[in-house]
């Protein structure tokens, strides 16, 4: 018979104290993972889950290696509640960036997708309103411009206030007077922005024909777009290019983080666009955005970053992503995979077990003394 080699002490010892240091690792993130879940209304709920979760499983672990098969498999049970918890607070962490400029990139596709559509859809020349109203626009422009660049009216200005009087039918007067401050100027810009407007509104009130109101709706669709466009479009651009700084460690404050909040802003936007425009063309021109049971937007799903369900989604959308399995195989690894390879590692062997039980069996079965040796032939 083969004879196994027993296992030193220390050794023994080192592995559990890998088990442990396991356990203690994954016990810290399993709490940061169930943190946003508020059990019991604070912090302390999480911790409690956590360290319940660390006695159970120690229990467990104790009582598999010395034998019990059962408390194997409820081991491998909290082990994998280690694992999930982990997951969901190693994944957002280490994917982050990688997540909202991705997302970023998506909402930039929309926005070109939705100004490229609208363009093609609404086209001035085709209406003499139209044509009427995309000039009124277009004086008011460059006239709140050049209020805002030069304080007040100067020869262009006042060219422009009376072509678009002139069209509009309106009798706005000029102001002679410069702002002296950036103040100033803004508030004298925003009373004329509100009176140039009200003169175009009356315009629509007295030249607007029934048919033509699916017309206006695709005509405001398509001027909101061109002053938010070039806007956004560049934010997006530099969140998808620049280096991205954020801090997880507050849930809650999440939606807030400045990139999260523009993007939020934007598909908003977008979505409000969508909806005056589908409606227009009582058709979807516009792919609409999703919506939950509750009708608030699913997009930007980054605003639920470290979230349990948007953990789940994200990886299985990007389940082909190099990230993603780094994090996947980091918690397997070290809730799962080393406790349990230093489980068969610690476990009694059969082998010791034999040879303990036959060195025992050597040691009081024999005889003695010749004396026993005849009596045991007898």
């Known amino acids: 018979m083969t004879k196994s080699t027993k296992t030193p002490n220390f050794i023994k010892f080192l592995y559990l104290a890998i088990s442990i240091i396991c356990f203690g690792f994954g016990t810290l993130h399993t709490y940061l993972g169930f943190r946003v879940l508020n059990i019991g209304g604070s912090v302390y709920g999480s911790i409690f889950l956590a360290v319940l979760i660390l006695m159970a499983l120690i229990t467990c672990y104790y009582y598999a290696i010395k034998g019990k098969k059962l408390a194997l498999v409820f081991y491998l049970v909290f082990a994998m509640a ?10 957002p962490q280490y994917s982050k960036n990688s997540l909202i400029k991705e997302e970023a990139g998506e909402v930039k596709n929309i926005l070109n997708n939705y100004k ?14 139209l044509r009427k109203l995309q000039e009124l626009n277009d004086h008011k422009t460059s006239l709140i411009r050049e209020i805002r660049d030069r304080g007040g009216f100067g020869i262009y200005a006042t060219k422009e206030l009376e072509q678009f009087n002139k069209l509009a039918g309106s009798s706005i007067s000029p102001d002679r007077d410069l702002g002296k401050t950036d103040a100033e100027r803004e508030e004298k810009a925003l009373h004329f922005e509100k009176e140039l407007n009200n003169a175009i509104k009356t315009f629509e009130k007295n030249t607007l024909k029934e048919q033509d109101q699916a017309a206006i709706a695709l005509f405001e669709a398509k001027d909101e777009m061109n002053e938010k466009y070039m806007y956004y479009s560049d934010t997006l651009l530099h969140i998808v290019k620049d280096k991205i700084n954020i801090n997880l460690n507050d849930i809650d404050s999440v939606p807030y983080i400045p990139e999260i909040k523009v993007i939020t802003e934007i598909v908003d936007f977008l979505d409000a666009i969508s909806v005056k425009v589908n409606t227009a063309k009582d058709m979807q021109l516009l792919t609409p955005f999703e919506k939950d049971k509750k009708g608030a937007l699913l997009m930007p799903t980054v605003k639920n970053l470290g979230r349990a369900e948007h953990t789940i989604n994200s990886i299985i959308k990007r389940r082909d992503k190099g990230d993603t399995w780094v994090s996947i195989i980091l918690c397997f690894f070290i809730d799962i995979i080393i406790p349990l390879f230093m489980y068969f590692v610690i476990r009694k062997n059969s082998g010791e077990e034999t040879d303990a039980g036959n060195e025992k069996r050597k040691g009081s079965g024999g005889p003695k003394s010749l004396g026993d040796y005849k009596r045991h032939l007898k």
């Open 82 to 91: 280690f694992f999930i918890s982990n997951l969901n607070y190693f994944y």
């Open 116 to 129: 490229e559509k609208i363009d093609k859809e609404v086209n001035p020349t085709q209406s003499d309103y």
